[in-house]
């Protein structure tokens, strides 16, 4: 088990964080280091409002490297909240920074509020923190240990899909999650593809399914375990998914609404390709539920344990 800190970014002001934060040390023991990234001053009256009263250190930015961390300790960096809509940057700035001076190779952030803080510059974190790591190639990965799914395409409008469906993309995801399960999971994952069209069939000349992921699929069938195309409607049936460890789509709704029917908040969503392992919790900010203390922790809990064993 690493004693790497967990580098963790609670994201927007007004979310649910903190409180599936604390709620996540009531069943369960982190060994790594946790280090918030975060206001300070907000945490104190978090932790009021939670009555959260486990010891939560501070530590200045510039004296963290000689710093002596210890397990199973939660520190905070202050970054003072001025303006809402550069805060969650700030956060995001510092954390980057210090993984790539090797602080460590674990971060977590929590929910962000896509349209708000991105501003549409980004499709989802998931492109705005590989960009800042300068990965042109990389995949967003549902993760459950039973069963996981990966989209192709993530936030884009329907009607966009269909044009960024190509060869090089639909490569690019199996060859980055099959790549990760053997370095980081130790095993060589079964793989299924799903078409893109209903039932893989198309009415058009031109069939997707046919001319662009079949061709990928059979190219790579010796080198990695992969299957497909499988229509979406069948693919997720009991009998169906229990032979796969993962699932890949071609749009975002296509995998995420049945991953979350199955799993409901058991998943979290780890970014492949980085120089390091990011992971989050798979939902939002949920800004109606703050203040009512019902949120349900477990997939910040599922963060927390998998980087912990990394």
Same mark, same amino acid.
């Given at each position: 088990?690493?004693?790497?800190?967990?580098? #963790?970014? !609670?994201?927007? %002001?007004?979310?649910?964080?903190?409180?599936?934060?604390?709620?996540?040390?009531?069943?369960?023991?982190?060994?790594? !280091?946790?280090?918030?990234?975060?206001?300070?001053?907000?945490?104190?009256?978090?932790?009021?409002?939670?009555? +959260? =009263?486990?010891?939560?250190?501070?530590?200045?930015?510039?004296?963290?490297?000689?710093?002596?961390?210890?397990?199973?300790?939660?520190?905070?960096?202050? *970054?003072?909240?001025?303006?809402?809509?550069?805060? *969650?940057?700030?956060?995001?700035?510092?954390?980057? %920074?210090?993984?790539?001076?090797?602080?460590?190779?674990?971060? @977590? =952030?929590?929910? @962000?509020?896509?349209?708000?803080?991105?501003?549409?510059?980004?499709?989802?974190?998931?492109?705005?923190?590989?960009?800042?790591?300068?990965?042109?190639?990389?995949?967003?990965?549902?993760? =459950?240990?039973?069963?996981?799914?990966?989209?192709?395409?993530?936030?884009?409008?329907?009607?966009?899909?269909?044009?960024?469906?190509?060869?090089?993309?639909?490569?690019?995801? $199996?060859?980055? /999650?099959?790549? +990760?399960?053997?370095?980081?999971?130790? +095993?060589?994952?079964? /793989?299924?593809?799903?078409?893109?069209?209903?039932?893989?069939?198309? *009415?058009?000349?031109?069939?997707?399914? $046919?001319?662009? /992921?079949? !061709?990928?699929?059979?190219?790579?069938?010796?080198?990695? =375990? *992969?299957?497909?195309?499988?229509?979406?409607?069948?693919?997720?049936?009991?009998?169906?998914?229990?032979?796969?460890?993962?699932?890949?789509?071609?749009?975002?709704?296509?995998?995420?609404?049945?991953?979350?029917? #199955?799993?409901?908040?058991?998943?979290?969503?780890?970014?492949?390709?980085?120089?390091?392992?990011?992971?989050?919790?798979?939902?939002?900010?949920?800004?109606?539920?703050?203040?009512?203390?019902?949120?349900?922790? /477990?997939?910040?809990?599922?963060?927390?344990? +998998?980087?912990?064993?990394?």
């Amino acid at each position: 088990m690493s004693s790497n800190p967990i580098l #963790i970014v !609670p994201g927007e %002001k007004k979310s649910v964080f903190f409180e599936i934060f604390f709620k996540s040390f009531k069943s369960k023991f982190f060994s790594s !280091p946790l280090i918030l990234v975060c206001d300070k001053e907000n945490l104190n009256n978090e932790t009021k409002k939670y009555n +959260f =009263n486990k010891n939560i250190e501070q530590i200045k930015l510039d004296k963290i490297f000689s710093k002596k961390l210890h397990k199973k300790k939660i520190y905070v960096i202050d *970054v003072r909240f001025q303006e809402p809509s550069e805060y *969650v940057f700030d956060c995001f700035k510092v954390a980057f %920074k210090l993984i790539k001076k090797g602080l460590t190779h674990k971060m @977590i =952030n929590g929910p @962000i509020n896509k349209t708000r803080t991105l501003k549409n510059k980004y499709l989802g974190v998931t492109e705005f923190v590989a960009k800042n790591f300068s990965q042109n190639q990389f995949a967003m990965l549902i993760y =459950n240990k039973k069963l996981s799914v990966c989209p192709v395409t993530t936030h884009l409008p329907i009607k966009l899909v269909a044009k960024k469906i190509t060869k090089k993309k639909v490569r690019e995801k $199996i060859v980055i /999650i099959n790549d +990760f399960y053997k370095k980081f999971l130790r +095993f060589k994952p079964r /793989i299924a593809v799903i078409g893109l069209n209903p039932h893989c069939e198309s *009415v058009l000349k031109f069939n997707e399914d $046919i001319k662009i /992921i079949s !061709p990928v699929i059979k190219s790579l069938e010796n080198k990695i =375990n *992969v299957k497909g195309p499988f229509p979406a409607d069948t693919i997720f049936l009991k009998n169906n998914r229990k032979k796969f460890d993962v699932i890949i789509g071609m749009y975002h709704d296509q995998v995420l609404t049945p991953i979350k029917t #199955i799993f409901e908040y058991d998943a979290i969503n780890i970014t492949l390709g980085l120089p390091f392992l990011r992971v989050t919790p798979d939902h939002g900010p949920n800004e109606k539920m703050i203040g009512k203390n019902i949120s349900n922790p /477990i997939s910040l809990v599922r963060s927390l344990e +998998f980087l912990d064993k990394k």
